[in-house]
Nanobody, 117 residues
Framework: QVQLVESGGGLAQPGGSLRLSCAAS????????MSWYRQAPGKQRELVAG???????TYAAYVKGRFTISRDNAKNTVYLQMNSLKPEDTAVYYC???????????WGQGTQVTVSS
């Protein structure tokens, strides 16, 4: 079992920045992928960025150049640095843990990000 706790969400103005954190605990066995997803009200949950235990990083096209995913292995924590925020980035952001070869996904509780003047 894996537990994920997100933090760092809040209110930002357009063009501002936020840094999200996801602390993982439990059965964190490699290989795995940790990802950030977001979901706006009434919309489908979508991938924002992901990082594998091997260091491979992927980004959604609409955030590349603005968002950066990183990790601190000593703290079992993944981060999402969000710069140049847009109102369209407003959503609940969720951290996901997936062990490669295992169908089940673990999700955090989500953290609200609101971008508004």
């Amino acid at each position: 079992q894996v537990q994920l706790v997100e933090s760092g969400g809040g209110l930002a103005q357009p063009g501002g920045s936020l840094r999200l954190s996801c602390a993982a605990s439990g059965s964190i066995f490699s290989p795995y992928v940790m990802s950030w997803y977001r979901q706006a009200p009434g919309k489908q949950r979508e991938l924002v960025a992901g990082i594998s235990s091997g260091g491979t990083i992927t980004y959604a096209a609409y955030v590349k150049g603005r968002f950066t995913i990183s990790r601190d292995n000593a703290k079992n924590t993944v981060y999402l640095q969000m710069n140049s925020l847009k109102p369209e980035d407003t959503a609940v952001y969720y951290c996901k843990f997936t062990r490669v070869g295992v169908r089940y996904d673990y999700w955090g509780q989500g953290t609200q990000v609101t971008v508004s003047s």
